[in-house]
């Protein structure tokens, strides 16, 4: 029988898990699907806190308050006929206190006396077929990434999805979901954010940047509130199908509510207009080079970003004053900066400096001591030899593609050091190189890729944008391509030279068209792939 888990974290299980029971427990919806307790336990334990969710009253878990699973079986009913109900399959509801997960997964310190219940929730997520993690989504919203609770909710649910995915002694690893609860109060910020895998994205970006492969959907808990006779806000349980129905949808169908992976059910489980775009952000294609180089492309979906830097920003320069940013059509940008091979494959030559270092083979490294100039007339033959129509990608798209949602001076957080980009060559490289003075380029890819997918955008070389350079303008911006005049081109994303704030994802340098340098290379933007 197929295991279904779906475990709450930092009370998100609680309130998902009894919002919307009302309606499903014991009862079937119009397709017959119905909840049923497998045990007197499980009945009782939930009617009681149903029971005092309508008197307002909206306790959390406590290391006390011990649910071993709160057993049930998703039935359905073929309506129209006599026939007993047909068993679907087993779902458990987990919603343990939060020192029972650092526990289980060694997060911090652990608590003996909790060993009991930590190796209860260890078996229902190792043994799950599907595994939903519930996320509360006020929490993550209200109170920010830089919150005790967020960021402990946030380690707890990498280490869930750790634990269960890990492919161990042959078990085939779950099926996997976030969701974030509690979306009806944040129904604009969904929105504002792209959908439900944005919000992860921009809120949750260490959970995101692991994980954005999984399906990752919203779902309501609480619609409705009432004053008490003290004439304070006490919120009230909405018991409609807004509750479990796009978490049973999930289950029963064996997909994300819109039917794909990082689909976005937004408040009720139905997606908002225009939110659902053809393609996720990180889908790759492959383009085919004269010569016959291959080069991995990466989608990067229309939207907005506030682009520049906020103040305070360590290395913030005054020439990165942040604004709105919208850009209105996606487009494909290289996975890696150009690399040598690809340039010989093309050009037929290799100007760069890093050809015979011992690190790294010349033909994966990104070809350097290029020009703007240069980087056109690649583009050139390119777009001559090829059905495509490539380029250079604006200063906007590059710092949003950079960004893929994220606020940060990098993608990965404010904090850069020699094991996450390959920047300031007078300083220990940390791991790469165990230890020692890294004063050269890297094969492309050899450090992490931001959520999107993309590798190299922090360090190596700096990359050539078609824009020239300029200050920005004042107020918000749509599908900005720079000023109409001026001599100096923009290249961004630092190098393996320069100072590690320098690699950040706001930063930016202008240089002369023709100038070249074994610092300065560039990566290769396209608007459409045919066939793609």
């Given at each position: 029988m197929k295991k279904v888990a779906i475990v709450g974290v930092e009370g998100s299980g609680k309130t998902v898990m009894l919002a919307g029971l009302g309606d499903l427990y014991t009862y079937p919806d119009e397709e017959g699907y119905m909840l049923v307790p497998k045990n007197f336990s499980t009945a009782a334990y939930v009617a009681e806190k149903i029971e005092r969710m309508r008197k307002g009253e909206w306790p959390s878990a406590t290391a006390g308050d011990e649910m071993e699973g709160l057993d049930w079986t998703l039935k359905r009913c073929v309506p129209g006929t006599r026939s007993r109900p047909e068993t679907v399959c087993e779902v458990s509801f987990l919603d343990f206190a939060g020192e029972v997960y650092r526990t289980a997964f060694g997060i911090g310190e652990g608590d003996a006396s909790l060993a009991g219940q930590a190796e209860e929730l260890k078996r229902y997520v190792r043994e799950a077929d599907d595994l939903l993690v519930l996320i509360n989504l006020h929490d993550v919203i209200v109170h920010g990434i830089r919150d005790r609770r967020v960021q402990e909710a946030m380690w707890i649910t990498k280490a869930i999805l750790d634990a269960a995915l890990a492919e161990e002694?042959?078990?085939?690893?779950?099926?996997?979901?976030?969701?974030?609860?509690?979306?009806?109060?944040?129904?604009?910020?969904?929105?504002?954010?792209?959908?439900?895998?944005?919000?992860?994205?921009?809120?949750?970006?260490?959970?995101?940047?692991?994980?954005?492969?999984?399906?990752?959907?919203?779902?309501?808990?609480?619609?409705?509130?009432?004053?008490?006779?003290?004439?304070?806000?006490?919120?009230?349980?909405?018991?409609?199908?807004?509750?479990?129905?796009?978490?049973?949808?999930?289950?029963?169908?064996?997909?994300?509510?819109?039917?794909?992976?990082?689909?976005?059910?937004?408040?009720?489980?139905?997606?908002?207009?225009?939110?659902?775009?053809?393609?996720?952000?990180?889908?790759?294609?492959?383009?085919?080079?004269?010569?016959?180089?291959?080069?991995?492309?990466?989608?990067?979906?229309?939207?907005?970003?506030?682009?520049?830097?906020?103040?305070?920003?360590?290395?913030?320069?005054?020439?990165?004053?942040?604004?709105?940013?919208?850009?209105?059509?996606?487009f494909w940008l290289g996975k890696y900066p150009v690399t040598q091979l690809q340039w010989k494959s093309v050009m037929g030559n290799n100007p760069s400096s890093f050809k015979k270092f011992s690190f790294f083979t010349s033909d994966d490294r990104p070809v350097e001591n290029v020009s703007w100039a240069d980087c056109q007339e690649f583009i050139k033959k390119v777009n001559w030899l090829s059905e495509y129509r490539v380029r250079l990608p604006t200063e906007a798209e590059w710092e949003y593609a950079c960004r893929a949602g994220t606020a940060t001076a990098y993608f990965w957080g404010n904090d850069l050091n020699g094991d996450k980009a390959n920047c300031d060559g007078n300083h220990p490289c940390g791991t790469m190189v165990e230890g020692s003075y890294l004063r050269e380029t890297t094969a492309v890819g050899k450090y992490g890729a931001n959520l999107w997918?993309?590798?190299?955008?922090?360090?190596?070389?700096?990359?050539?944008?078609?824009?020239?350079?300029?200050?920005?303008?004042?107020?918000?911006?749509?599908?900005?391509?720079?000023?109409?005049?001026?001599?100096?081109?923009?290249?961004?994303?630092?190098?393996?030279?320069d100072f590690a704030s320098c690699s950040r994802s706001a930063q930016r340098l202008g240089s002369l068209p023709d100038y070249r340098h074994d610092i300065y290379g560039f990566r290769l933007c396209c608007s459409k792939i045919p066939d793609a």
């Open positions: 002694n042959g078990r085939k690893a779950p099926r996997a979901a976030i969701v974030l609860s509690q979306a009806d109060s944040y129904a604009e910020t969904i929105n504002e954010c792209g959908g439900a895998l944005g919000v992860l994205q921009k809120h949750l970006p260490y959970v995101a940047y692991d994980y954005r492969w999984l399906d990752v959907f919203a779902v309501n808990a609480v619609d409705k509130t009432r004053l008490d006779d003290g004439g304070n806000v006490v919120p009230e349980a909405d018991f409609t199908e807004k509750g479990l129905l796009p978490i049973l949808t999930w289950i029963r169908e064996g997909m994300a509510a819109d039917g794909g992976r990082g689909a976005t059910a937004l408040p009720g489980g139905t997606l908002a207009a225009g939110t659902r775009m053809s393609r996720p952000a990180g889908d790759v294609r492959m383009l085919a080079l004269p010569g016959g180089a291959k080069m991995e492309m990466i989608w990067c979906p229309p939207g907005d970003f506030m682009m520049g830097s906020p103040e305070g920003e360590e290395g913030r320069k005054d020439n990165e004053t942040r604004h709105r940013v919208t850009l209105t059509k996606g997918g993309l590798h190299d955008m922090h360090g190596n070389v700096w990359e050539w944008c078609n824009d020239r350079y300029g200050d920005y303008p004042v107020g918000g911006e749509t599908d900005p391509t720079g000023p109409t005049f001026g001599d100096a081109r923009v290249l961004r994303g630092g190098s393996w030279y």
